[in-house]
């Protein structure tokens, strides 16, 4: 079965802290994403890898940063957490090849910044 | 540009009757097609898709999705409904001919909260 596992799934953390999400897949994947998902807004991209150390951004990748060190790990990065940056963090993989391969998520981590 | 219509924020349906939740789509080209479920603090979890073929694609848990290139839909439909089926569907959509090197080109609807009542 496929896996990804998001380490976090529920964060407390203060205005002007430096978070890290950490999103390891098992099914060997080049491709993997962070999503946010926030009530009336649906699912919005913020990065995307395509295969280490390559990355694009999404629709809204400010305030945030990414790293793809090793194939099977994608981090997100807040630099500086703001209160607009509560919310639900998804990632998800895919297998490259044709845009209708799968994409796999995690459970999620759900972030609250105070 | 591609998007996705889920015109239902909100569906609500018996137990045991047939349910349906709808999505329409705009895209250049062929569709490829998905439906995913989220229950309650949890990600998304993968239903079904269409990529090419039979217009009728089977999916996990008894849900089935019908593809109508005339109409632009893909609806979701499960002949008899259950209590566990409540949680919020997503529709997505992205097209042939691309490769999978750029995100940017899967569009997610807003979401469809289905309940269904005892």
């Known amino acids: 079965d496929v896996k990804v596992t998001q380490s976090s799934r529920y964060l407390v953390k203060r205005t002007g802290e430096k978070v890290f999400l950490e999103c390891v897949q098992d099914m060997d994947h080049e491709n993997m994403f962070w999503y946010r998902q926030d009530p009336g807004l649906g699912l919005r991209l913020i990065y995307f890898s395509y295969d280490v150390k390559m990355k694009e951004k999404g629709d809204i990748p400010e305030g945030y940063s990414v790293s793809r060190e090793k194939k099977e790990r994608f981090s997100l990065i807040l630099e500086s957490a703001s209160t607009n940056q509560t919310s639900m963090y998804l990632c998800a993989s895919r297998r490259q090849g044709i845009s209708g391969n799968t994409i796999y998520f995690g459970e999620g981590s759900w972030l609250t910044v105070v | 540009a591609q998007s996705v219509a889920q015109p239902e924020d909100q569906v609500n349906v018996a137990e045991g009757n047939p349910l349906t939740v709808k999505c329409t789509y705009s895209?250049?080209?062929?569709?490829?097609l998905f439906w995913y479920v989220q229950y309650p603090n949890r990600g998304l979890q993968f239903l079904l898709k269409?990529?090419?073929?039979?217009?009728l694609v089977k999916g996990s848990y008894g849900f089935e999705a019908e593809f109508n290139k005339s109409q632009t839909s893909f609806h979701l439909k499960k002949p008899s409904a259950l209590v566990s089926d409540s949680a919020l569907y997503f529709c997505a959509v992205t097209r042939h001919g691309i490769s999978s090197g750029s995100a940017r080109q899967l569009t997610f609807g807003s979401g469809t909260q289905l309940t269904v009542l005892p």
């Open positions: 895209v250049s080209g062929n569709p490829y």
């Open positions: 269409y990529i090419t073929g039979d217009n």
